[in-house]
């Protein structure tokens, strides 16, 4: 499990370190790893043209460091000082004392215009907002450069708590991140700022409790489930599918593609589309009786494709087996029925989904999706799971929210959210919590999509195709 923690915890964890180690300890392991990740992107420090931008806080203190291992490597190093009368004093001697070079904001142009490699040292973990008046010019100069650019712990102008951007940030090649991962690492579109990551140990000891956690093969060949010697189709469960409509047939296909694949034993199918979803899939069990007639069900997927069948939601909401509502579902499900149930209930809107359930405007929920997720899951006392570029999945009660690592932007294309609640929908049956089934269907879903895409667009359908080889991806580790 991949975790990350927050702003107050990691200052908290750093306090309690510093008591214990000389001054200035942790800047310099920090540091090192910092100037270690410049050289292997630099490939060849010595001769090459190094840029700092520093600010005045300790990142800039962390730049001035690393800035003056390379130094001492051959590299010309020369330090952009943001607030010069501020700039941390010993970094800023280690420099010059390896023969780096500071100077004042004016000549940043043209040094970052001719550089190999940019530090972006200007704000870390103390940065609020987007990036100042006096900074904002660097972010331009450093986008137009050819200099590969590496941010220190963050990417100066996102938040480091929640992966929002509010105005100007440096946009980096890779990001070397201090003692743990910071939930904006992880979360777009901060983490789109980030390029890939790369995190330096400097022995901080978190609580047990991250702010994020993000499973990865290992955490979901665990949730996985596998039929026993001993299991029948009634064992390992029944998903019942209340979805699609005469006028969108194709999302109940498709939502029972991702059911047949997520290991429950039987697929039953409840509404108007029947016949199309029998004539893809003949194993699924059809009826056109409403779900309270359907037979032994130990899961319900309902919404997609819908239309505004605000009965059957309603009969499904009053099940007490777990529900997943999705798509037409969310508009139509009473709040205060949701709020009622007492068996876990998972729903999964996109963005505009989300949006409307919140009252706010879509990009609100874009640009703040942890904050949106939580919202959502203690409105409703449901575990909820967000998708999009970053999805995320928050439990009713509170607690760490989960953030899908497998994801693809092949996989915005219509009806893959239908496959999606399929597979999530078999996962609950199969008796994952609603946590659980959100996080390793969104894992499962995302790896299929970047198989079946493997660099060119396709359709739903070939999403759902490829998930029995994510899941064979990830049991075989
Ligand atoms: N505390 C520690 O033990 C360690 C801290 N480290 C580094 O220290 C950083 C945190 O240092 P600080 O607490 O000094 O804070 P920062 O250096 O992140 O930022 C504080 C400074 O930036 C300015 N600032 C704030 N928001 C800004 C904005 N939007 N645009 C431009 N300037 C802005 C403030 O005026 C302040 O002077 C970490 O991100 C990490 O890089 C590392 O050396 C590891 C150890
Ligand atoms: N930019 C993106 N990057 C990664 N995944 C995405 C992106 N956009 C959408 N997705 C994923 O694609 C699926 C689309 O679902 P949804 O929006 O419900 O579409 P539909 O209703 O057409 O099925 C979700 O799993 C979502 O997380
Ligand atoms: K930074």
């Known amino acids: 499990?991949?975790?990350?923690?927050?702003?107050?915890?990691?200052?908290?964890?750093?306090?309690?370190?510093?008591?214990?180690?000389?001054?200035?300890?942790?800047?310099q392991r920090a540091a090192a790893g910092l100037a270690a990740a410049c050289a292997d992107l630099l490939g060849r420090v010595y001769g090459s043209r190094v840029v700092l931008l520093v600010g005045s806080g300790d990142n800039g203190g962390d730049a001035l460091y690393a800035g003056a291992r390379l130094a001492r490597r051959g590299a010309g190093v020369s330090a952009v000082l943001l607030a010069p009368e501020r700039a941390h004093a010993g970094g800023l001697a280690a420099l010059r004392r390896?023969?780096?070079?500071?100077?004042?904001?004016?000549?940043?142009?043209?040094?970052?215009?001719?550089?190999?490699?940019?530090?972006?040292?200007?704000?870390?973990?103390?940065?609020k907002g987007g990036l100042r008046p006096e900074a904002e010019p660097l972010a331009g100069a450093v986008a137009r450069a050819r200099a590969a650019v590496v941010a220190v712990d963050l990417p100066s102008g996102v938040d480091a708590d929640t992966g929002e951007v509010r105005g100007?940030?440096?946009?980096?090649?890779?990001?070397?991140?201090?003692?743990?991962?910071?939930?904006?690492?992880?979360?777009?579109?901060?983490?789109?700022?980030?390029g890939s990551v790369r995190l330096v140990g400097i022995g901080l000891e978190l609580p047990a409790e991250p702010e994020l956690e993000a499973l990865q093969h290992a955490d979901v060949a665990r949730l996985l489930p596998v039929p026993a010697a001993e299991s029948d189709k009634y064992r390992r469960g029944v998903v019942g599918i209340a979805a699609g409509s005469a006028r969108y047939p194709g999302a109940a296909v498709l939502a029972v593609a991702g059911a047949l694949r997520g290991g429950a034993g039987a697929v039953r199918y409840v509404g108007p589309a029947g016949q199309a979803v029998i004539a893809r899939f003949p194993e699924t069990l059809v009826s056109d009786r409403g779900p309270e007639h359907a037979g032994r069900v130990q899961a319900w997927v309902v919404g997609p494709g819908a239309g505004d069948d605000a009965a059957t939601v309603a009969e499904v909401l009053?099940?007490?087996?777990?529900?997943?509502?999705?798509?037409?579902?969310?508009?139509?499900?009473?709040?205060?029925?949701?709020?009622?149930?007492?068996?876990?209930?998972?729903?999964?809107?996109?963005?505009?989904?989300?949006?409307?359930?919140?009252?706010?405007?879509?990009?609100?929920?874009?640009?703040?999706?942890?904050s949106a997720v939580r919202e959502l899951a203690a409105r409703y006392g449901a575990a909820?799971?967000?998708?999009?570029?970053?999805?995320?999945?928050?439990?009713?009660?509170?607690?760490?929210?989960?953030?899908?690592?497998?994801?693809?932007?092949?996989?915005?294309?219509?009806?893959?959210?239908?496959?999606?609640s399929g597979l999530a929908g078999s996962l609950l049956a199969a008796g994952l919590s609603a946590v659980d089934a959100g996080s390793a269907a969104a894992y499962l879903h995302g790896l299929a999509g970047r198989f079946a895409a493997d660099g060119a667009p396709v359709g739903a359908h070939d999403v759902a195709e490829r998930i029995a080889a994510a899941w064979r991806d990830v049991v075989r580790g």
Request: glycine share 14%; hydrophobic share 45%; charged share 20%.
């Open 168 to 194: 100007t940030a440096i946009r980096a090649d890779l990001t070397v991140t201090f003692g743990t991962h910071k939930p904006g690492l992880l979360i777009d579109p901060a983490r789109e700022y980030a």
């Open 1 to 27: 499990m991949r975790t990350a923690y927050g702003v107050e915890t990691v200052r908290a964890a750093e306090r309690e370190l510093m008591a214990r180690l000389p001054e200035g300890a942790l800047m």
């Open 98 to 127: 390896a023969g780096g070079r500071a100077v004042g904001a004016e000549a940043a142009g043209e040094l970052i215009e001719r550089a190999d490699l940019v530090l972006d040292g200007i704000v870390g973990i103390g940065g």
């Open 318 to 370: 009053a099940a007490d087996v777990p529900v997943l509502i999705d798509a037409d579902g969310l508009r139509l499900a009473e709040p205060s029925a949701v709020r009622a149930r007492r068996a876990p209930t998972l729903m999964t809107p996109h963005a505009g989904e989300a949006a409307a359930l919140l009252g706010v405007e879509r990009n609100e929920v874009e640009n703040g999706r942890l």
């Open 384 to 420: 909820v799971l967000l998708k999009g570029s970053t999805t995320l999945v928050a439990d009713a009660g509170g607690g760490p929210v989960r953030v899908n690592p497998t994801g693809t932007s092949w996989l915005a294309t219509a009806g893959s959210g239908d496959v999606l």
